[in-house]
């Protein structure tokens, strides 16, 4: 009898890869270093919005895990606002303004902050990433002027004032920023962060409930 055809061997399945799981952002190192810097506007209780003055300093991050950060840093700022006179506390020296007649204050003080801040990020890809961040901010008032102009016994008058490095203010203010990170390479990326600082206590020598807002834009490396 002739021999049963051979039948064709199976082609043999090729194993189907496995789905890597994304990288996320950083495939980078843990610690960070960068430069910040934004237009920041400030406000006492929304009675007045100033032109934008320069907000600038330097951030520090260490990675906590795939999404989880923390941020800290010193940034330099100069504020400057209008507060009523019912915002503003002089404290023994109000005894003196009894008769004075004026309706606001107007303030200008260059601000050391040093935040202490975490940051999740929202959406991480392997060349971007969406977070937001929350934390607390201390305020280290180095320079201080206020001014007013007043009316006392019918008679028009100017006060001015200055007070020098007297003045801390711990974990005081309330930090809330979302922000869109870039990756230029495995080591430098981009950042662009609108935040808004919101008061916890008074600070400055008169007590002042300042807010702030502004958009960070900076660059940061990892190493």
């Known amino acids: 009898m002739p021999a049963a055809p051979a039948l064709p061997a199976p082609l043999a399945q090729a194993p ?122 201390s305020f280290f008032m180095q320079r201080e002027q206020y001014s007013y102009s007043y009316v006392e016994y019918n008679k028009p008058g100017y006060w001015s004032g200055e007070v020098v490095n007297a003045n801390r203010h711990l974990f005081s203010i309330l930090n809330l920023s979302a922000g869109y990170e870039r990756a230029l390479s495995s080591r430098w990326s981009l950042h662009a962060e609108p935040y808004v600082k919101l008061p916890l206590a008074g600070v400055g020598a008169g007590k002042l409930k300042l807010t702030s807002a502004g958009v960070f834009l900076g660059v940061k490396y990892g190493f």
């Not at 890809?125 to 969406?130: D, G, M, N, Q, S």
Request: aromatic share 12%; with cysteine; net charge positive.
């Open 16 to 137: 189907t890869p496995a789905n890597p799981e994304k990288p996320a952002l950083a495939h980078q190192p843990r610690f960070y270093v960068g430069l910040v810097g934004a237009p920041d506007i400030t406000t006492v209780k929304f009675a007045n919005v100033e032109s934008p003055l320069p907000n600038l300093g330097v951030v520090l991050e260490y990675r906590l895990g795939s999404r989880l950060r923390v941020t800290t840093g010193l940034l330099r700022s100069t504020k400057q606002y209008k507060a009523r006179r019912a915002d503003y506390d002089f404290g023994d020296y109000g005894v003196y303004l009894t008769h004075r007649y004026f309706d606001d204050v107007d303030g200008s003080c260059t601000v050391l902050d040093v935040p202490l801040n975490l940051r999740y990020d929202l959406v991480s890809r392997p060349h971007y990433a969406l977070y937001g961040s929350v934390g607390l901010s």
